[in-house]
């Protein structure tokens, strides 16, 4: 009908794999979309990129759309069946940075009690040393493990941000 708003393009991830930042994953459409004056079927494999992790969220977008042989420009954003932008990955690696800046940072803190200062200022310095080492030791992880498993027949929804 005119003037009335589309339905959300529903798609399922076609792959189980273990993504990173910028890794591909594949989707495939379930419903039939116009994209420009060219016509997307039922079943066309679109493929987005991971833009980043946020939380338990997995951060996905499709830049572009290659059907009938030619490359469609689009910017579509996913979201998940909860409403919210992005993929929903509980086990993602992202969200074990908090726990692990928490518990670092506690650890190790130490107070020298040969009479150089006072304790609260001792114990200042080294939280903020340790607060400081914890925090590059969690973000030097994040870099090395900022991935999520992404399962496969997980329903999303592509909205156009336009």
């Known amino acids: 009908m005119p003037g009335q708003a589309a339905d ?48 338990q969220r997995v951060n996905l977008s499709v830049k572009s759309i290659l059907c009938q042989g030619k490359i469609l420009p689009v910017r579509l954003e996913i979201y998940d069946l909860d409403g919210l932008a992005g993929l929903y990955v509980p ?22 009690n040969s009479g150089t200062g006072s304790a609260a200022s ?11 080492e914890s925090t590059s030791s969690a973000i030097a992880g994040l870099i090395r493990k900022n991935k999520a498993k992404i399962k496969y027949n997980s329903y999303l929804y592509l909205i156009d941000s336009k």
């Open 8 to 55: 959300f393009i529903k798609v399922v991830i076609d792959e189980n794999l273990v993504g990173y930042e910028n890794s591909r994953i594949r989707l495939k459409l379930l419903d039939d979309i116009t994209v420009g004056e060219s016509q997307v079927t039922r079943g066309t494999y679109l493929y987005a990129l991971i833009d980043g992790f946020s939380g």
């Open 122 to 132: 001792q114990l200042a310095m080294s939280s903020v040393g340790k607060l400081f």
């Open 91 to 112: 086990e993602s690696a992202f969200r074990e940075f908090t726990k692990d800046l928490g518990t670092n940072t506690v650890q190790g803190v130490t107070i020298d």
